[in-house]
């Protein structure tokens, strides 16, 4: 296991897969909020869900109607289990806010390089800790 402290940005408790992308996220016309996939065309996570997934990412890009997807994503059961992220903006703090799930940024470790898909991840934001547990191979 490897445990990564950072900044709490949401708090709360979850755990589960992970999804990693090194590409930012668009809201508006990048994702699907009935199923919680991306549907930006060119993105690496293309047709993926996130929907009860620990979500590693670098954060939002596109106009401000990101969080009101996020939100949507929540209300209908899609929203991720928890976000960890790298780059904080205004964008991506009211979208982790509306989308009331644990959101960490800031983290002592490069999440890119320790965090794959399929890892099973807990993300404690009330202690500001993220713990990795490698899927088996």
């Known amino acids: ?13 979850a755990t589960g897969e992970a999804l990693v992308t090194s590409q930012t996220i668009s809201g508006w016309g990048g994702i699907s909020e009935r199923d919680g996939s991306v549907i930006e065309l060119h993105h690496e996570l293309h047709g993926q869900s996130f929907a009860g997934k620990v979500l590693v990412f670098p954060g ?9 997807y996020f939100h949507m994503c929540r209300l209908n059961g899609t929203a991720p289990a928890a976000m960890i992220f790298t780059r904080m903006t ?3 703090a009211l979208g982790a806010v509306v989308t009331r799930v644990p959101a960490i940024t800031d983290l002592d470790g490069d999440p890119f390089e320790l965090i794959e898909t399929g890892d099973r991840v807990e993300v404690d934001a ?10 088996m191979t």
């Open 90 to 92: 205004t964008k991506i």
């Open 1 to 13: 296991m490897i445990t990564l402290r950072g900044r709490k940005v949401v708090g709360g408790h």
């Open 126 to 135: 009330e202690a500001a800790t993220v713990t990795i547990t490698k899927a």
């Open 60 to 68: 939002a890009k596109g106009s401000s109607g990101w969080s009101a």
